[in-house]
């Protein structure tokens, strides 16, 4: 689906890209547990974690961030909200450290940085597994003066970038920093501008864009598509990782994934735009207007997987090849082969360097 030239091409383009995003931009930190040390309160008698290592790394909006200054992105110009603290200040710091302009990224004193703390303790066989995560949000929406200033500033950024990524993390309405307003400002940006690409992640309200390059994995395209709504109770598979990897096929999907197919290929329609839905194991189903939707399927990934940020690193694959020419069935190829990398990065959101990525290119063809 992608030839090693079409690849070559892709990776010298993305030195030259300016990607803007737009989305929620949390502070990952991982705290490393004493291997063995376990340690109970005398005050109350729970466990108390005993912490021999911290480590901080921009997440969600900053996951795709990783994974695109990873394969080599040139600039990337976020617009997003956090909080005038401590954690932002830790945030920040990991976030000067990519190619990143941070101009755009607005400090409030009155809301909180979003923070997934992430408690890490090393199993006998070594590996880094995953305790209760603890989350830090603001539950609120963004004031009307801050949401006005988040439009002016993606308004200016899509007109100064190649493309734009929009990331809607949180499934709380309107309590992020794409709201109503953001996706009026967006989908008004893209009439202005049809031409230039705006690519939508969405993990609840993927059905209210009416613009853009929309992705998914199967229960949001599910959730947003016109079939999907009508059918909810239909069971998905009891793993929807968003892992995917490189093939192809027409059309494979068994009587209850139907939904999926014609779900995807509604999004399609509405915004006369593809739309992608990452299927697990299986790959990337495309949809384009006027076109049969087309599996871009996966390769098998052998050993032991952490598919957290997955959906992510294939995203960056497919926003990348799009901007540099590619097909959208290219794209989906390289967002397959990108997610094929880091599942195999256990304990981490993974990312993936663009010879990593010719050298997994090389042992799949």
């Known amino acids: 689906m992608i030839s090693r030239e079409r690849l070559e091409t892709i990776l010298r383009t993305l030195p030259r890209l300016t990607i803007g995003l737009v989305g929620d931009l949390f502070l990952d930190r991982y705290l490393h547990l004493i291997p063995g040390g376990r340690e109970l309160s005398i005050e109350t008698g729970l466990e108390t974690y005993q912490v021999e290592g911290v480590r901080n790394s921009p997440g969600a909006l900053g996951t795709v961030m990783n994974n695109l200054a990873a394969l080599g992105a040139g600039l990337l110009v976020p617009v997003t909200v956090i909080g005038d603290d401590g954690h932002g200040f830790d945030l920040l710091r990991e976030v000067r450290k990519l190619p990143v302009d941070p101009a755009q990224i607005v400090c409030l004193p009155d809301r909180l940085t979003p923070t997934y703390t992430k408690p890490m303790r090393q199993h006998g066989d070594g590996a880094w597994h995953e305790l209760n995560r603890l989350d830090i949000r603001t539950r609120a929406p963004l004031s009307a003066a801050a949401t006005a200033e988040v439009c002016r500033r993606v308004e200016e950024v899509f007109r100064t970038s190649d493309g734009l990524i929009v990331l809607d ?176 990065q256990l304990g981490t959101t993974g990312t993936a360097t663009p010879q990593q990525v010719r050298d997994r290119w090389q042992a799949i063809s």
């Open 169 to 344: 993390q949180l499934v709380d309405e309107d309590c992020g920093v794409v709201n109503a307003a953001v996706r009026d400002t967006v989908e008004r940006l893209a009439r202005q501008q049809p031409d230039k690409l705006i690519y939508v992640d969405s993990r609840r309200f993927l059905g209210r864009f009416a613009a853009g390059v929309l992705k998914g994995n199967r229960s949001e395209v599910l959730a947003a598509g016109a079939v999907g709504n009508a059918l909810r109770g239909v069971p998905g598979p009891a793993n929807d990782a968003d892992f995917t990897d490189h093939g192809t096929a027409q059309r494979p999907f068994p009587t209850d994934d139907e939904a999926v197919w014609q779900s995807l290929a509604a999004l399609s329609r509405k915004t006369r735009c593809a739309a992608f839905c990452t299927l697990g194991e299986r790959g990337i189903l495309v949809a384009r207007p006027d076109h049969e939707p087309t599996l871009v399927a996966g390769w098998p990934v052998t050993g032991p997987i952490d598919i957290v940020g997955a959906g992510d690193a294939a995203t960056s694959g497919i926003v990348t090849a799009l901007l540099a020419g590619a097909t959208e069935l290219e794209a989906a190829a390289l967002g397959n082969l990108v997610a094929s990398i880091t599942i195999q």
